[in-house]
């Protein structure tokens, strides 16, 4: 070996014994990239967790261990979704995916509601309002505004598009009504003929719905109006509206000494007229069973397994699409049972017996995908950017 390589390798042999290895160079042209973004997000949890799924195959893209009961709701834009926990609304960035630090504390958390570009959060235990906009999410997490309710209870609210803030009236022993709020906070009007007020929707026109134990209290242009059930005792608790019709879609229970009652009927409540119609669907539901489609129809996920389809103008059922097999609400409200969850055209159901999810196309019943999943899933959800 001549003498010059015999130097080198002695140089090299020093190089390589001195200090702290160094990684090996990539091949020329390699690049280094990170995992794929989620695309169309998918977020259901299961009991130990929680697992963000692709909306395109379904597929399984990160199972994130969080133990407890948690429940799940989009946050307003088009790649958060809020997780409740024990201890408040903590921030999971669906598309990374990566279940943040980041958390809106409060005893309780409660219902979460997006309307006119904001998003409000009602802690039951406290009774704070927190409202924020949710695209700030992306920047951390936003402080936003916060109003204080005169009691905790279990209430929700929502900011309109003109600052005005609709939120619920009660103690932990008696729930009543609605108070709305102008933009700095002082009271335009209120409502207390509302018992057991409960859930809400927005319709076409900024006409604010919710639920009492005989009826609703409608909130339009200023004025809040009360439109009863043919019962004496028509609990509405759980609706879904959307701005492409006046129309909103309630559940209806009927019977106050049930343990847990198992409706076949539907309500349907027009805020134009104050009419409530009632529509007879042969099969109960659960309070996960309610949604939108994109068109304005009236989505309900019945017991039979199937989507029933309500024109909700004619109020009459039109289609019904079979996706799972029949089913039994359980007693126990956080036990998993069959849910929906509809962005834009493809309706999300889950089964939890059958530890499945399917994607199924509105307007044709069609079932386009289905997965299996390792775990019985309980609540489902995604990101929507509804504004």
């Given amino acids: 070996m001549k003498r010059t390589s015999l130097l080198l390798l002695a140089a090299a042999l020093l190089a390589g014994g001195c200090g702290t290895a160094q990684p090996a160079a990539a091949p020329a042209g390699a690049v280094q990239t990170q995992a794929a973004p989620v695309k169309e997000p998918l977020v259901l949890t299961y009991d130990g967790g929680l697992y963000v799924l692709d909306g395109d195959t379904l597929k399984v893209a990160e199972d994130i261990p969080l133990p407890g009961f948690n429940r799940v709701n989009p946050a ?172 909103v879609l309630g559940d209806y ?48 996920l019945g017991t039979d397994g199937a989507i029933h389809v309500i024109d909700a103008e004619k109020g009459e059922v039109v289609a019904r699409h079979a996706v799972v097999g029949e089913w039994r609400e359980p007693l126990d409200w956080q036990r998993p049972r069959p849910a929906l969850f509809v962005r834009g055209h493809v309706a999300y159901v889950t089964d939890p017996a059958g530890k499945r999810v399917y994607a199924v196309d509105v307007e044709s019943g069609r079932t386009l995908r289905t997965a299996t999943l390792p775990a019985s899933p309980n609540e489902v959800t995604g990101v929507v950017d509804g504004h």
Wanted: net charge negative; glycine share 12%; proline share 5%.
């Fill in 76 to 247: 307003g834009d088009d790649r958060h979704v809020l997780v409740s926990t024990a201890t408040g609304f903590r921030v999971l960035d669906a598309v990374t995916p990566e279940l943040k630090d980041d958390e809106f504390t409060g005893d309780k958390p409660g219902h979460v509601v997006r309307h006119a570009g904001k998003t409000v959060l009602f802690s039951d235990g406290t009774g704070q309002v927190t409202v924020f906009d949710p695209h700030d999410l992306a920047d951390g997490l936003p402080e936003g505004e916060t109003y204080q309710a005169a009691a905790p209870h279990h209430g929700v609210a929502l900011q309109l598009a003109d600052g005005e803030l609709v939120v619920t009236l009660g103690t932990e022993e008696e729930r009543k009504g609605i108070l709305v709020l102008d933009r700095d906070r002082k009271e335009i009007t209120r409502s207390e003929d509302c018992p057991g007020v409960h859930g809400e929707a927005t319709a076409e026109g900024e006409a604010v719905v919710v639920g009492c134990e005989d009826g609703v209290l409608v909130y339009r242009d200023g004025k809040i109006t009360k439109v009863e059930s043919p019962d004496r005792y028509g609990r509405i608790g759980n609706q879904a509206g959307t701005g492409n019709s006046p129309i």
């Fill in 253 to 300: 229970k009927k019977d106050p000494d049930a343990e847990l009652e198992r409706p076949e009927q539907v309500s349907l409540i027009d805020t134009r007229t104050g009419e409530l119609r009632l529509v007879d669907l042969g099969t109960s539901y659960s309070f996960r069973s309610l949604a939108r489609g994109p068109h304005g129809e009236a989505l309900v």
